[in-house]
């Protein structure tokens, strides 16, 4: 196992050195991502000299992104422990697993694996199933999709999001489905879904939360003497040892002071001595036009850079539309326009509950910030008014010009460096139409109903019909991680509406229990595969894996079943293109190698399985900055747009749910559920985060991880007093929607008036009962309410009551 010494690299490697390690362990341990340590042999009570001797080389590949290595010990062919990345430079570009990637061993050889294809016997979701043989499977899946396009047109076709595996050979059915006609296509993700709509507004379309043109490299923030991450806790959402939490911890060091804007102390605030500045959730850009009232006020404002490089932050660079109307930035904040309130930081005080004395401090460090470097996690977001939102952070470095500079960022979460190699081709879907990622169950409830103007369809005015043919591979975002798993279970209880649900899965998950047809996949450590690495930002890797062991039962990799379906559809030429899995990996990773100078050739990857290469360090729209006649945003004026007159006249073409508002510039709108909206009846805001415990509903049903970091409400004393609630307690909270039961972690790191919930714990209720959910998943309590402008999941936005069970 060597690296490849064509690796391109601005560090040394220094492989197995004692001096690097012991820097590893130091900030390792903090995040868990210790490194090299044979974690998993004191379980199993091997010692280091009984170690089997098959190593079999894979990866993590569940959608924390992170994609971290891990060497299978085989014995008699059996996964019998793990050791994880040992090779390379320890500083950084070791893919190191966290403590779900060292207990993958526990899911893939649980009993509780799925290992025979099944049809569905009981209701939907009542997870009642028989096993049938493969053929059967396949015949059945074939003739249900045939009839369907035959019926209702290939519209009627659909592809839930998921996110569950990450590989070069997964996610095939759009493939075959491109093959007979196409699917209704979705767009956006559950993860960035608001922030993907109102970005491109403010800076242009190819503006995306995973690229390293509109962000700078975390690595950037050491050469910043302020840094403000707004919602953003890499310590326990980029936790692997080449991922952004290693990364951090060196800004930490090297770096200015770190604020921490999040309504929780965070993990990535508890591992430093800086500060965390609590705020109400989903209130960001009320703190914002305050800092900005501040800025314009103290005249602290970048005047040269807004007239040089943006449009809108006053009167004399709005576009001649909007002259004379009061409609720019600097009239929104000083209340001569819009909803004619000056955001002083008196008015932001009762809102964010941040003091306004430490908001005027606060923005006084800005203005004297040499080098600011803001960064905002797709927390806030993650909330109904979060397309505004999103944009409102960016507006401090904008406000301040701190942005193509040394150590400065365009308040973008940091970047992402991209990947090695490319995926099976999916082909080209004949159908235009498509709806957001989010809208799948409008789309099965009343898809005949939905416009563009109204909906958000792309592609075509209005839908044509509804979907009736699903297929959710990898995914749990039917219940489980979608919203409202009350609704989606009485939405699907109707068969005359969504006809067929395919899923494929390794586990019973909870959306597993809706499917007509459930298959049970192999895993990676059960067949041949490659994957590029994920979340790391200045780090490039591919991973070329072994089959550790044979697959449970029945399970079959995806390719197999895929061929199977496409053969019964006569299909099976044109689907594998005559190839085996392994030939398209080879082919794959040759068309890369050929490219990329520096990549080992096929057979060096199969020596050594993993490549790592250091990708250049980004600072966010630098080229921009640097000459902006040669280098224009994707803008409609090439400018950085605080009003963006696109918007505008898009707004006005649309049909908004009554409450709901966009605005062409970034405003704080407190939107559905959002500030003020707390009653009687539901007198707490209610926030999801993402948590250590798992990657959203994956490694949800290892017990040890249930253990070591348990599914908890967290509720600030203040809350937990007036209900007589202590720590541990076991709660009820309820929305307006469910209900569900989970134990109380009363602790001062969250604000008062609003709890957390950790996402992703696994849905568990008596549905034909009490409907109450004992696995406390939040989403039983999240309302489905498509956000205004991308018509996404703000489900943060929530309102509840907390009650001691
Ligand atoms: N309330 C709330 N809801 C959220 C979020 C939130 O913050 N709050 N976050 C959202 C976000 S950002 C995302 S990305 C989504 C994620 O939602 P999903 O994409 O549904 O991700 P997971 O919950 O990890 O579900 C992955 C599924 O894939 C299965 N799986 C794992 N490995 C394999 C395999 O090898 N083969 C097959 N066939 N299946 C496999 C797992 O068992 C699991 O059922 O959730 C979203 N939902
Ligand atoms: N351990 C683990 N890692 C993961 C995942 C996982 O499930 N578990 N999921 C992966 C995936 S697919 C994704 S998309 C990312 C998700 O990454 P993020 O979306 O960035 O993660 P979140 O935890 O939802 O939110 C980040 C922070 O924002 C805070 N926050 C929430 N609302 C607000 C708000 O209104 N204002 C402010 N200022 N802060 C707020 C939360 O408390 C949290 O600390 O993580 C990835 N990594
Ligand atoms: S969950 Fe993420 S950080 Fe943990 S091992 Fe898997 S990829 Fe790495
Ligand atoms: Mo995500």
Not at 688 to 712: D, I, N
């Amino acid at each position: 196992m060597t690296e490849s010494k064509a690796t391109v690299s601005r560090r040394t490697f220094v492989t197995g050195s004692l001096a690097g390690l012991a820097v590893a362990s130091t900030a390792g341990a903090l995040y868990g991502c210790a490194p090299a340590a044979e974690d998993d042999l004191a379980a199993t009570g091997e010692t280091a000299e009984t170690t089997p001797d098959t190593i079999a080389w894979s990866q993590c590949v569940v959608n924390c992104g992170g994609a971290c290595a891990l060497q299978w010990h085989v014995r008699d062919g059996k996964i019998v422990y793990a050791e994880t990345d040992n090779v390379g430079d320890p500083n950084g570009l070791q893919a190191r697993a966290c403590l779900r990637g060292r207990s993958l061993r526990r899911w893939i050889n649980s009993p509780d694996r799925l290992q025979y294809p099944m049809k569905r016997v009981g209701k939907r979701g009542e997870g009642k199933f028989e096993q049938i043989s493969w053929d059967e499977a396949y015949q059945t899946i074939a003739d249900k999709l045939k009839s369907v396009i035959d019926t209702y047109g290939n519209e009627a076709v659909y592809v839930n999001y998921a996110s569950g595996v990450s590989s070069s050979t997964s996610r095939l059915f759009p493939r075959l489905a491109n093959l007979m006609g196409g699917y209704l296509g979705s767009y956006n993700d559950y993860s960035t879904n608001m922030m993907c709509a109102g970005m491109p507004f403010l800076y242009g379309d190819t503006c995306s939360p995973y690229d390293n043109v509109s962000a700078s490299s975390i690595s950037e923030a050491q050469n910043a003497d302020l840094i403000i991450m707004f919602g953003n806790s890499p310590a326990e959402t980029r936790m692997g040892g080449a991922n952004i939490a290693w990364d951090f911890a060196q800004v930490r060091e090297k770096g200015g002071k770190i604020y921490h804007v999040d309504y929780r102390m965070n993990e990535t605030v508890s591992g430093h001595p800086d500060e965390w500045l609590p705020i109400r959730t989903g209130t960001d850009a009320a703190l914002v036009s305050a800092i900005a009232h501040e800025l314009i006020v103290n005249n602290q404002v970048n005047k040269e850079f807004l007239d040089t490089y943006c449009v809108g932050f006053d009167e004399a660079t709005m576009p001649a539309s909007a002259q004379g109307q009061h409609k720019s930035y600097q009239d929104y904040i000083m209340g001569t326009g819009y909803d004619m309130v000056e955001k002083t930081p008196e008015w932001a005080a009762p809102i964010t509950q941040i003091p306004a004395a430490r908001i005027r401090e606060l923005a006084g460090e800005i203005a004297n910030a040499k080098a600011l470097f803001v960064a905002q996690g797709w927390g806030p977001q993650r909330h109904s008014n979060g397309e505004s939102a999103s944009r409102a952070i960016c507006m401090l470095p904008i406000l301040t010009g701190m942005i193509g500079k040394p150590g400065t960022n365009t308040g973008m979460r940091e970047a992402e460096a991209g990947g090695l190699v490319g995926s099976i081709p999916k082909g080209k879907n004949p159908v235009e139409a498509s709806i957001n990622c989010y809208q799948w169950l409008n789309a099965v409830d009343h898809g005949a109903t939905m416009t563009a103007a109204k909906d958000g369809v792309r592609g075509a005015d209005a839908l044509s019909g509804g979907i009736k043919f699903m297929w959710n591979y990898g995914g749990n975002c039917i219940t489980n991680q979608h919203s409202d798993i009350n609704l989606v279970h009485d939405i699907l209880q109707d068969e005359s509406k969504l006809e067929f649900l395919v899923v494929v899965d390794t586990v019973m998950a909870d959306s597993a229990k809706y499917a007509d047809i459930l298959l049970p996949d192999a895993m990676r450590a059960e067949q041949f595969h490659m994957a590029n690495n994920g979340y790391a930002e200045y780090y490039l890797g591919v991973l070329v894996g072994e089959k550790a062991q044979d697959a449970p039962g029945e399970a079959l990799p995806e390719y197999e079943f895929m061929t199977g379906i496409a053969d019964k559809l006569g299909l099976k030429d044109a689907f594998t293109e005559g190839k085996t899995q392994e030939q398209w990996i080879e082919e794959l990773y040759r068309q890369s190698a050929d490219a990329i100078e520096g990549m080992p050739t096929w057979e060096e990857i199969l020596e050594q399985h993993h490549f790592k290469m250091e990708a250049p360090a980004a600072i966010g729209f630098a080229d921009f900055v640097a000459d902006p006649a040669a280098n224009p945003l994707e803008t409609p004026s090439g400018k950085i747009e605080i009003y963006s007159e696109r918007l505008d006249q898009m707004i006005a073409g649309l049909e908004l749910a009554e409450g709901d508002n966009i605005f062409p510039i970034p405003v704080f709108d407190p939107g559905f559920n959002g500030y003020g909206s707390v009653n009687e009846e539901f007198p707490l805001y209610c926030s999801g985060f993402h948590h250590k415990s798992r990657t959203h509903s994956s490694y949800g049903g290892v017990e040890e991880l249930k253990q070591v970091a348990r599914q908890q409400m967290w509720i600030n004393p203040l809350d937990a007093e007036a209900r007589s609630i202590e720590n541990g307690d076991k709660c009820r909270v309820k929305s307006a929607v469910g209900e569900l039961e989970i134990e109380a972690l009363v602790t001062p790191r969250i604000i008062p008036g609003t709890i957390g919930i950790p996402q992703g714990s696994w849905h568990e209720a008596d549905m034909d009962g009490d409907r109450v959910d004992k696995g406390a998943c939040i989403n039983t309590i999240t309302p489905y309410h498509p956000s205004p402008l991308a018509k996404g999941n703000g489900v943060h936005s929530l309102i509840v009551q907390v009650t001691k069970a």
